[in-house]
Structures are given as C-alpha cells and as structure tokens.
C-alpha cells in the first residue's frame, strides 16, 4: 500500500479556494486516490476520488499529474462548514481484503 | 440502500473489564468490513478488516479481537482493557468492486477509566 503524506494544518478564510496536495511517490499501476472528509466525533466521508487527470464532482476537484505521484484536493469557496480534517488514501481496491490505511490526515481550519 | 449501524455511542468501561462492540451493515451482501480507532487528535488506525464469515486479518495485534459470526455481523472484543484501548472506534464497510469506496458507522466513543 502506498504511503501518502499530507501537511498537517492548513488556515483558510471563507469564500477562498483551498488546495491540499498529497505526496505518494511508491503509488502502484492498479491505485486509485481517494480523499475522505472527517468532522469531531464523526466516521470519515468519501470527498472525491480518481486514477488520473482531473475529476470534479459537486464538492470538490481532484487533479492528479501524469506522473501520479502527488495528487491535489481542490475545495472552491469554502465556507466554515469545511472545517475539517482531511484524509488521501492510495489503494488497490481490487485486492480481496485491501488494507485502507489513513495516513494522518490535513487539519483545515476555515476563518470568517 | 445500505445503512451501517454500530453501538453503542459511548461507553465508560473500567481498567480491566471485558468489552464488546457491535457492527450490523443492511442492504447489502458479501461486504468487506474494517474497524478503526481514533485517539484523540490523531488519524485513524486501521485495527482490523474481514473479507468474509470467519475470516479477520489483524493490524494491531494488542489485546482486542475481532469476530464476523455472520455476513454482516462485525464484533471487536476484549477480555481485559486497559487505558491505552480509550478512543473513538469506528466501524466500515466497502463493496468488493473496483474501486471500492468506504461507508463508516457512527462510531463509539470508549473511555477506559
């Protein structure tokens, strides 16, 4: 399983464009990324996730280089209800028994 | 649709004593099924994760087990706690395809006093 890594923190203000970017240097041909979103005294929830290239849903864009190396959260305009920690994982979701390890995760603070 | 249900919410339990948490995941057959558990401020570790009855792959070999008696029945255990168990455990589930995607309980908040 590839190990990410992540910033710690990151501060923001509300209505800017947040980017987290995500190392995974060892990632595999068969890994996906996924990035999961954890408010206190909740179970993570799944953001967005992507093999290559650039995925955006209603939430949030994730662009990935050719390289696949790194890959980048992107959440426009966010508000203070995007205070949260953030998670990537890289897995090979077609193992049997995939081993989805979080790394430790980007604490985003937002600000009025 | 699939609904994951896992209690209870909180527990106080003592040094020493027995504990028994339970995950039931509806909707849905053959699931792969994970327990976690959050320290405090920390990310999540992975504990334990089953790809079918009876069968438990173990990240964190301590004093917890875990047990699926039924497709989707996940039960983590312990014989005798002791302080370091105290966390927040959170149970998931995912479907075995490509790519899978992971659907998390509520979580159970246990303090080990």
């Known amino acids: 399983l590839a190990k990410t890594t992540q910033p710690i923190s990151m501060d923001s203000y509300e209505g800017q464009e947040v980017n987290i970017t995500c190392s995974h240097n060892?990632?595999?041909?068969?890994?996906?990324i996924t990035w999961y979103q954890q408010f206190p005294s909740q179970g993570p929830r799944f953001i967005i996730q992507?093999?290559?290239t650039k995925v955006t849903n209603e939430v949030a864009s994730l662009f990935i280089p050719a390289d696949r190396k790194s890959s980048t959260l992107s959440l426009p305009r966010v508000s203070l209800s995007d205070t949260a920690v953030y998670y990537c994982?890289?897995?090979?979701?077609?193992?049997?028994?995939?081993?989805?390890?979080f790394g430790g995760g980007t604490r985003v603070l937002v600000k009025p | 649709s699939q609904t994951i249900h896992q209690w209870p919410a909180t527990l106080v339990q003592p040094v020493g004593s027995p504990l028994s948490l339970e995950c039931t995941v509806e909707?849905?057959?053959?699931?792969?099924l994970y327990w976690y558990r959050q320290a405090a401020g920390r990310g999540l570790q992975l504990l334990f994760y089953?790809?079918?009855?009876?069968?438990i792959s173990s990240e964190v070999p301590q004093n917890l087990s875990a047990s699926r008696p039924q497709d989707r029945q996940f039960i983590l255990s312990s014989k005798k706690l002791l302080l370091s168990d105290s966390g927040f455990y959170l149970c998931?589930?995912?479907?075995?395809?490509?790519?899978?995607?992971?659907?998390f309980g509520s979580g159970t908040q246990l303090s080990v006093l």
């Open positions: 992507g093999y290559k």
């Open positions: 089953s790809v079918g009855i009876g069968q």
């Open positions: 998931a589930w995912s479907v075995r395809h490509y790519p899978e995607e992971l659907f």
């Open positions: 909707g849905t057959s053959n699931p792969n």
């Open positions: 060892n990632i595999a041909t068969n890994d996906y």
């Open positions: 994982l890289v897995g090979d979701y077609k193992a049997a028994g995939n081993k989805l390890t």
